[in-house]
Nanobody, 116 residues
Framework: QMQLVESGGGSVQPGGSLRLSCAGS????????MSWYRQAPGKEREFVAH????????DYADSVRGRFTISRDNAKNTMYLQMNSLKVEDTALYYC?????????WGQGTQVTVSS
């Protein structure tokens, strides 16, 4: 089965850093663009970052640009999100996703909590 598994979430203080990972399986990982999304309690799921299959094209939400870095290692079937200068408003459940043909796959999410 096509599957994505996020990891690396946790609790940090404002200004801290976390590195999230997203491991893919069941599909040719290197063929597809991938994205990070997040969802805070009571809010809509929102786009965070996107990376093309070859990592040549990258996009960020305005709220994270300059603080977060998306990357991928196709040899390891893994995508990453380096999160620096974290803010309280970054607190959310973070998901990775991939669209394989017409089927969008989501991971289970990893919780990021930023509090003092």
């Amino acid at each position: 089965q096509m599957q994505l598994v996020e990891s690396g979430g946790g609790s940090v203080q404002p200004g801290g850093s976390l590195r999230l990972s997203c491991a893919g399986s069941g599909f040719p990982f290197s063929w597809y663009p991938m994205s990070w999304y997040r969802q805070a309690p009571g809010k809509e799921r929102e786009f965070v970052a996107h990376i093309s299959s070859d990592a040549r094209n990258i996009d960020y939400a305005d709220s994270v640009r300059g603080r977060f870095t998306i990357s991928r290692d196709n040899a390891k079937n893994t995508m990453y999100l380096q999160m620096n200068s974290l803010k309280v408003e970054d607190t959310a459940l973070y998901y990775c996703s991939v669209r394989v043909t017409s089927n969008t796959i989501w991971g289970q999410g990893t919780q990021v909590t930023v509090s003092s």
